[in-house]
C-alpha cells in the first residue's frame, strides 16, 4: 500500500493535465491560483474594520480558517496525495462549522436548543463524526459539502425574503450568481473534462477557486450583517463596495453607524 502522502494516491484527479509545467506540480494553475485566499483573507479584515471591532474573536477565526483552506488546496492540487484530498476537504468542513457555529441566526435552532453555545456544541459533534466518516469514505465528502453550502444558500434565501432591506437583497443576489458561476466551473470541469479537453481549456477548476472566493466575500458580508442586525439592536448596518459599486467586479463590505459601546 503506497504512502497517503505520496503523488497521486488521491482518489480525484481535476482536468487540467498532470506535471505539464513542472515536475513538482502536479497540477500547476489549480496550484497557483489558490494565491486568490491570501489576497481575499486580508481584503475582508481591512474592510471590515466596523464589525472587526465587534467581533475580533470569531473574525480572526474564520481568517485563519480560510488561510487555511488556500495552504490546504495548495498542497492537494500540488501533489494530488489522498493526504492533501483530505486536508482540501476537512479545512472546507471545519471552516463551513466554524461558521454555523458562530454566525447561526438563533432564530433558525432547533427547538430542543437553547442557546448558542449548546447549538456549537452540537455543531462540533457533527463536525467530529463528518470527519470520522470522510476517512471512511472521502469520495462523498465533496457532495457532502456542497449540500451544506447549498442549505446555508436557502437559510439565506429564508432570510432575505424576510429582510425589506433592497441594498441586502441586491447583495444576496450577486452572491448567488457568483456561487452560480463558480458551482457552473466546479461541475464542468468534473463532468464535462473531455469537452474541455477537446477546446484545449482545462483550467475551469482553477476559475472555481476565484469565483467561490467572490462568492465568500459576498456571502459573509452578508453573514455579518445579518449577525449585527440580530445581536446589535439600535445599530445602522450599511454596505460599501470597494474599489467602487459600479465597478464589475467589486468587494462588498459593511460599515455600522450608530455604534455602541460593544462589550
Ligand atoms: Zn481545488
Same mark, same amino acid.
Given at each position: ?16 493535465? @498532470?506535471? %505539464?509545467?513542472?515536475? !513538482? ?7 497557483? *491560483?489558490?494565491?486568490?485566499? =491570501? /489576497? ?74 437553547? @442557546?448558542? %453555545?449548546?447549538?456549537? !456544541? ?7 463524526? *463528518?470527519?470520522?466518516?470522510? =476517512? /471512511? ?80 466575500? !459576498? ?45
Amino acid at each position: 500500500m503506497s504512502s497517503i502522502f505520496a503523488y497521486l494516491s488521491a482518489e480525484v484527479d481535476w482536468c487540467e493535465g @498532470n506535471f %505539464e509545467h513542472s515536475e !513538482y506540480i502536479a497540477e500547476y494553475y489549480n496550484t497557483i *491560483s489558490n494565491l486568490i485566499f =491570501f /489576497i481575499m483573507t486580508p481584503f475582508m479584515i481591512i474592510l471590515n474594520f466596523d464589525y472587526m471591532k465587534y467581533r475580533p474573536g470569531r473574525v480572526r477565526s474564520l481568517a485563519f480558517m480560510v488561510v487555511f483552506i488556500g495552504v490546504s488546496s495548495i498542497y492537494f492540487h500540488m501533489t494530488l496525495s489522498y493526504a492533501g484530498q483530505l486536508l482540501d476537504e476537512l479545512s472546507i468542513l471545519w471552516t463551513m462549522g466554524l461558521s454555523y457555529g458562530c454566525w447561526f441566526p438563533m432564530h433558525h435552532f432547533p427547538p430542543f436548543i437553547k @442557546n448558542r %453555545e449548546q447549538f456549537a !456544541y452540537m455543531v462540533g459533534i457533527v463536525m467530529v463524526v *463528518s470527519t470520522i466518516m470522510s =476517512f /471512511i469514505k472521502p469520495v462523498v465528502n465533496a457532495y457532502a459539502l456542497n449540500s451544506v453550502a447549498i442549505h446555508l444558500l436557502y437559510v439565506i434565501f429564508l432570510e432575505v425574503k424576510r429582510n425589506t432591506n433592497p441594498r441586502a437583497r441586491r447583495l444576496a443576489g450577486i452572491t448567488v450568481i457568483w456561487w452560480s458561476i463558480a458551482i457552473s466551473c466546479w461541475i464542468a470541469d468534473k463532468f464535462f473534462c473531455e469537452f474541455c479537453r477537446m477546446i484545449n481549456f482545462c483550467y475551469l477548476h482553477s476559475l472555481w477557486h476565484i469565483f467561490i472566493n467572490l462568492a465568500l466575500m !459576498y456571502l459573509s458580508t452578508l453573514i455579518i450583517y445579518l449577525d449585527v442586525l440580530y445581536e446589535m439592536p439600535g445599530s445602522e448596518p450599511n454596505f460599501l463596495y470597494w474599489p467602487s459599486e459600479k465597478s464589475l467586479i467589486s468587494l462588498p463590505y459593511l460599515v455600522i453607524g450608530k455604534s455602541h459601546k460593544w462589550c
